[in-house]
């Protein structure tokens, strides 16, 4: 944890850092990832899926069953050109399905 400046600070940087300590930007940001994939992938196969964590540009989704796993990995090409779109600044360079609980 960085120490904290000394003397008057602009109120914009107290924000973001305390947005920062407290993990708001990762909530955020994971709900805009839902929404995206929500549009990328379409309803049908948004129901049967969960959006998990971004790191170093591969997207986790999380699948309800080894099946669609296998579909996904063929329409992979076409969901990362429409979360490009969707997410142009968040650098989504990959995706990684796995077979797990979508509750």
Same mark, same amino acid.
């Given at each position: 944890?960085?120490?904290?400046?000394?003397?008057?600070?602009?109120?914009?940087?107290?924000?973001?850092? *305390?947005?920062?300590?407290?993990? =708001?930007?990762?909530?955020?940001?994971?709900?805009?990832?839902?929404?995206?994939?929500?549009?990328?992938?379409?309803?049908?196969?948004?129901?049967?899926?969960?959006?998990?964590?971004?790191?170093?540009?591969?997207?986790?989704? /999380?699948?309800?069953?080894?099946? @669609?796993?296998?579909? @996904?990995? =063929?329409?992979?090409?076409?969901? *990362?050109?429409?979360?490009?779109?969707?997410?142009?600044?968040?650098?989504?360079?990959?995706?990684? =399905?796995?077979?797990?609980? /979508?509750?």
């Amino acid at each position: 944890m960085k120490p904290m400046k000394r003397g008057p600070q602009a109120i914009g940087n107290v924000l973001s850092e *305390l947005m920062a300590r407290r993990g =708001f930007a990762r909530v955020q940001s994971a709900g805009a990832y839902e929404a995206a994939w929500r549009e990328a992938a379409g309803a049908m196969i948004a129901r049967y899926t969960r959006v998990g964590p971004l790191r170093r540009g591969t997207l986790e989704v /999380i699948v309800a069953n080894s099946t @669609l796993v296998q579909e @996904l990995g =063929f329409q992979k090409s076409q969901l *990362l050109k429409n979360l490009a779109e969707l997410l142009p600044d968040e650098g989504i360079e990959g995706l990684r =399905f796995r077979v797990g609980n /979508i509750q």
